[in-house]
């Protein structure tokens, strides 16, 4: 079998941990270009520096966001950490601002990383009535003068869509890097790079990958020089995604854009359902006309959809009774739809907001429900059924 081809379209697991060099002229060779950083080295050394199933893996991702380069890490939050590290500068890394209303394990790397351990000086941007208001944005930024600026397209979990072609001109206007989370909204309905972003993150583990079976980020973006800080930083960090996974989300993401397309199908169908309820108080879901930021949802994502996630308050005026509503809700539903803390599954599932976030968000009867691609009507069936149950 040495040396023979194999006629295969899919990229074989390389499971090498470091890789055959032959001889020490060969070696040389291949430490001196390792200094250049490239993506797909013409000689792969170790496996912590770039690994080919890995590499034939970001080609995919390089398709799907229309960028320059993409490069995989074992998850969403290492992605995060590899995107900032990469401008951090010690005692001249300057003020960073984020928007408050992003995934709660940012904001918990936020406090507990950037500040507590690496003392930088990080400022958050607040929401406003479900929106983020540009003028005031404009105000802070000439105040602060901050060197990045970070948000999410589609925020977690109260799914407010930020006006990002604004945000990104002002981002421009005041010198600063705008680094953007685009898992909600996946590069199905959104690719920030093309409308100038400097660098695009997702939690692979989500849509990308989709069943729940696999966790992984990807760092995307169109800068060289940005892409070799990112590969030396994940090389040296060890954040690198394996190859058995690299090799998983090569196939599964071959599914990604019909399997989002049913996602926004089946999610727009039982938001519509939701807000016409008795049992339930309110729903934010961004393709409806009452959510706070629709019409800019409209503008950036109109005609394609408008993501998976819907949050939603059961009825109930006073916390006990929501509380109630919230459990008989859920285990009403239980059979079909799971309380699993992810999101972007082909399964539906859903995570209470109280029991997660805590006081920030005074709603105890609130739920985050992460739309699959099951059969529409059935779940539609399921979900009625326990609105119903809710009411009598």
């Known amino acids: 079998m040495k040396n023979r081809k194999v006629n295969t379209t899919n990229t074989p697991v ?35 520096y770039r ?3 890995v590499v034939a893996a970001e080609e995919r991702i390089m398709d799907l966001e229309k960028c320059e380069w993409a490069l995989l890490t074992q998850s969403g939050m290492s992605a995060i950490d590899t995107a900032l590290s990469i401008f951090q500068r010690g005692k001249d890394t300057g003020r960073w601002l984020f928007f408050s209303e992003i995934y709660g394990g940012t904001n918990s790397f936020i406090d507990n990383v950037l500040i507590e351990r690496r003392g930088l000086d990080i400022h958050r941007f607040y929401s406003s009535d479900g929106v983020y208001d540009i003028a005031h944005l404009d105000t802070v930024l000439n105040d602060l003068r901050p060197g990045i600026i970070y948000l999410e397209i ?60 696999l966790t992984g980020g990807v760092v995307c973006g169109n800068d060289h020089d940005l892409e070799k800080a990112a590969i030396e930083y994940r090389k040296l960090i060890g954040h690198m995604l394996s190859p058995d996974d690299a090799y998983r989300l090569t196939t599964l993401l071959k ?28 729903v934010l879901y961004p393709g409806l006309n009452s959510h706070p930021s629709h019409n800019i949802a409209k503008k950036y994502f109109g005609g394609k959809g408008y993501g998976a996630m819907i949050t939603f308050d ?20 239980s059979e079909k739809i799971k309380l699993i803390p992810t999101l972007g599954d082909a399964d539906t599932i859903l995570l209470p907001i109280e029991a997660v976030w805590g006081d920030k ?21 399921v979900l009625i059924r326990a609105l119903d149950e809710i009411m009598k």
């Not at 990604?256 to 309110?282: D, Q, T």
């Open 14 to 48: 390389y499971r090498d941990a470091g890789f055959y060099l032959k001889d020490a002229a060969t070696t040389k060779d291949a430490f001196e270009k390792e200094k250049d950083h490239a993506r797909s080295p013409s000689t792969y050394i170790y496996s912590r």
């Open 51 to 53: 690994n080919p199933t």
């Open 154 to 213: 589609i925020s977690n979990p109260m799914l407010i869509v930020a006006d990002v072609d604004k945000i990104i001109e002002l981002a421009k206007n005041y010198g600063c890097v705008i680094i953007i989370d685009n898992t909600f909204a996946t590069p199905y309905l959104w690719n920030p790079l093309r409308n100038g972003a400097d660098l695009v993150i997702h939690s692979a583990t989500k849509y990308l990958a989709g069943h729940g079976n």
């Open 255 to 282: 599914s990604f854009e019909v399997r989002f397309i049913r996602h926004c199908e089946n999610a727009s169908r039982l938001a519509g359902i939701m807000e016409n309820h008795p049992a339930i108080e309110s």
């Open 314 to 333: 059961v009825i109930g005026y006073n916390r006990p009774e929501k509380e109630s509503n919230r459990d008989r809700f859920m285990e009403r539903v």
């Open 361 to 381: 968000y005074p709603y105890p009867g609130m739920i985050r429900l992460s739309v699959g691609i099951e059969n529409g009507n059935e779940l539609e069936e």
